[in-house]
Every structure is written in structure tokens, then in C-alpha cells.
């Protein structure tokens, strides 16, 4: 069975656009490949194929816009930047021994893009 076939046994008619892609993007790469590519494992994306991932989705599903379907979000610091990347530099600790990395965290905290602030990267 085909990452797509699974995605859509597992989804049906209410399958996102995400799974699409990603269902997509394993097909024609490797399941592993795209895990590494999305920052996941390979198992992540299989259980997210077959609707039965019990972690974070909302955070697979806004790594799979940025890393695969090229949504980005405006960062005050670093400009355009993938809504992949926007949730890493979130997860990211403050650092004083680093300027950008101070500005960026001090930045992040405010920002709409964050999904404390939001519900969305």
C-alpha cells in the first residue's frame, strides 16, 4: 500500500491538504527522507498517514506547510522565513552570549506568528 492509499483509507473525504502533501512527498521520496526533511521520525510520519499520531499534529501539520508546501510567516528579526523554521527558532532558549539569538528570542515572545499568541506558527 502507497503512503497515499494509506493517507487516504486513514482520512477519507477529510483528509488536509497537509497529509496530501506529505502522503506526496513519501511517495516520491522515502517516508524517512521527509521525517528528516519535517524534523520528525519516520514512524511520526507514518502513525500521521495513518491518522493515529497522539503527539502535537497541529506542530506536524505547520512543519509539513513550511517544510513542504512553502507556507512562511513574517519574522520581525529574520524576515521571511518558513513556518517550518518559525516554530524551531520558538522552541529555541534565550541566549545572552549570542545577540541575534537574545533579539530573536525577545521577538519571538511577542509575535503573532507564535503559537502561544496565536495557535499558529
Keep these: ?9 486513514s482520512w477519507g473525504e477529510a483528509m488536509p491538504r497537509e497529509i496530501k502533501a506529505l502522503a506526496e512527498a513519501c511517495v516520491a521520496s522515502t517516508a524517512r527522507v521527509v521525517a528528516q526533511r519535517l524534523g520528525y521520525t519516520d514512524a511520526v510520519v507514518s502513525h500521521m498517514l495513518s491518522r493515529s499520531y497522539r503527539g502535537d499534529v497541529e506542530a506536524v501539520l505547520i512543519r509539513i506547510r513550511g517544510a513542504l508546501l512553502g507556507q ?11 513556518k517550518d523554521q518559525c516554530l524551531e527558532e520558538q522552541a529555541k532558549p534565550f541566549s545572552s552570549s549570542n545577540p541575534a539569538r537574545a533579539r530573536l528570542y525577545r521577538a519571538c515572545r511577542g ?11
Excluded: F, Y
Excluded at 512562511?72 to 518558513?82: E, F, N, S, T, W
Design 111 to 121: 509575535c503573532p506568528s507564535n503559537r502561544k499568541n496565536s495557535g499558529d506558527a
Design 72 to 82: 512562511q510567516a513574517d519574522c520581525p528579526v529574520l524576515g521571511p522565513i518558513g
Design 1 to 9: 500500500m502507497t503512503a497515499i492509499e494509506r493517507a487516504t483509507a
